[in-house]
């Protein structure tokens, strides 16, 4: 079963536009969850975090934010840019370990 | 800044034959991980280390076996490579930051 689900394999926006990728787990007792940026052929990049004691956090032109009623989490790209374009990974910490999502594909156009 | 290094980043093996990969962390990190991303899968764990000698299942180990002896190494060996195994290897190692850090990554192609 998977844990951390990311739904939408894919994504495409426009230049200076916002992007909103989502993200669903199903364990309530995650309390961390994390957002990772991967290229093609590298490894991923930790982005930005978030703590089950908040509902949201920014860093620059990232925003994540976290409903745990609905135990969904979004990250939010603002202005969104082409070097945004990558693989993005949530995942949530359990017991030092990630459980990650599937990914979704972000493609910013111009 | 931490660096996660992969010692290959490209390799092809042949089917049946033993394949290592070895990773090495320089931030005195306890805990240690590989994964494997395939497309639509993700990231899947294979394996993870919390400390030297010590090892544990991740959710997918058939197949593979580690092993660290130090603390900065920690190795993925699949004893009898298959076609199936033809994928991206991620390294990654991690402390109480509670974010792990990750390696160039490995691909893997076993014919």
């Known amino acids: 079963d998977q844990q951390v689900k990311q739904n939408s394999p894919s994504l495409s926006v426009q230049e200076g536009r916002i992007s909103i990728l989502n993200c669903d787990y199903t364990?309530?007792?995650?309390?961390?969850f994390l957002w990772y940026k991967k290229y093609p052929a590298e490894g991923p990049t930790f982005l930005i975090s978030i703590s089950s004691i908040k509902d949201k956090n920014e860093d620059g032109r990232f925003t994540v934010f976290l409903n745990k009623s609905a135990k969904h989490l979004s990250l939010h790209i603002v202005p969104s840019q082409p070097g945004d374009s990558a693989v993005y990974f949530c995942?949530?910490?359990?017991?030092?370990?990630?459980?990650f999502g599937t990914g979704t594909r972000l493609q910013v156009f111009p | 800044d931490v660096k996660v290094t992969q010692s290959s980043r490209y390799l092809v093996k042949r089917t049946g034959e033993k394949v290592f990969l070895e990773c090495v962390q320089d931030m005195d990190h306890e805990n240690m991980f590989w994964y494997r991303q395939d497309p639509g899968l993700g990231l899947r764990l294979i394996y993870f280390s919390y400390d030297v000698k010590m090892k544990e299942k991740g959710d997918i180990p058939e197949g593979y076996s580690v092993s660290r002896e130090k603390k900065e190494r920690f190795s993925l060996i699949l004893e009898s490579a298959s076609t199936n195994q033809t994928s991206m290897y991620l390294c990654?190692?991690?402390?109480?930051?509670?974010?792990?850090?990750f390696g160039e990554g490995s691909w893997l192609t076993v014919v």
């Open positions: 990654a190692s991690s402390s109480s930051d509670r974010y792990s850090d």
């Open positions: 364990n309530s007792m995650f309390d961390y």
């Open positions: 995942a949530a910490v359990d017991s030092d370990k990630l459980i």
